[in-house]
């Protein structure tokens, strides 16, 4: 039977490597704020900004099989130079955007044999960085909401949390936009590299989809081995 996806997020980045990598006969929905990386793919598009728009059901499929929230923030400052809006700024788009999403479609979820449900997080949470403050604090709520829904929602609806470290994408551009800034990233990992849209897309397909039909309220670690390996 074919399933039925729905992106909040994906005309770019890891968003838009899941898209191709999802099975082909599946019903893909993108809702995000622009069609720009969408026109070679065969998706629905919503307009859709998530920290200020609500998800309407008359736009939706009755049934979804997989969720991703990908909206996601790197607000990396000294923690003396971080005004409260900061933190708020942070919490509502990655915690709260995902509530509203997640709230408008759980009927639709649950309406699925089995539906899974992905959020992304940082490694920031469970090894402490420098300048992480705000980001860290908005993902380690995320992890919460996580889990929480996990317990809430089984068996019925899977969800499970990616936790990366820096990954090669457009959001994080401004710290990788030149070889130095990648090499001195990369250096930082055990594996002497930085991430890939397609490590971390890789990665949210197989929890999308039935091979991972027992795993629900993990917290994965794609870093490179940062958060566990010391060896410098």
Not at 106 to 128: C, H, I, K, N
Not at 158 to 165: C, D, G, P, Q
Not at 204 to 223: C, H, P, R
Request: charged share 20%; hydrophobic share 40%.
């Amino acid at each position: 039977m074919n399933k039925t996806f729905l992106l909040i997020g994906g005309s770019y980045g890891i968003g838009n490597k899941i898209i191709d990598l999802l099975p082909k006969e599946s019903e893909i929905i993108v809702a995000s704020r622009t069609k720009e990386g969408l026109h070679n793919k065969k998706v629905k598009h919503i307009t859709f900004n998530a920290t200020e728009d609500t998800l309407s059901l008359e736009e939706l499929p009755p049934k979804i099989d997989g969720f991703v929230y990908c909206p996601g923030s790197i607000n990396l400052r000294p923690f003396k130079g971080l005004k409260s809006e900061a933190f708020l700024n942070d919490f509502e788009l990655n915690v709260l955007g995902a509530v509203k999403c997640l709230q408008i479609i759980q009927p639709l979820l649950a309406a699925s044999e089995q539906a899974s449900v992905v959020l992304f997080s940082t490694v920031a949470v469970q090894t402490g960085i420098p300048f992480h403050a705000s980001v860290a604090a908005s993902k380690g709520a995320l992890e919460g909401l996580g889990r929480s829904l996990a317990a809430e929602w089984a068996p019925k609806i899977r969800v499970n949390l990616i936790a990366s470290s820096i990954t090669d994408t457009p959001l994080a551009n401004r710290f990788l936009n030149n070889e130095i800034k990648k090499e001195k990233s990369s250096l930082r990992h055990p594996l002497k590299r930085i991430g890939s849209v397609n490590d971390v897309a890789e990665l949210a397909v197989f929890l999308l989809t039935e091979k991972s039909s027992w795993m629900t309220g993990q917290v994965i670690g794609l870093d490179g081995g940062i958060s566990t390996l010391n060896i410098n």
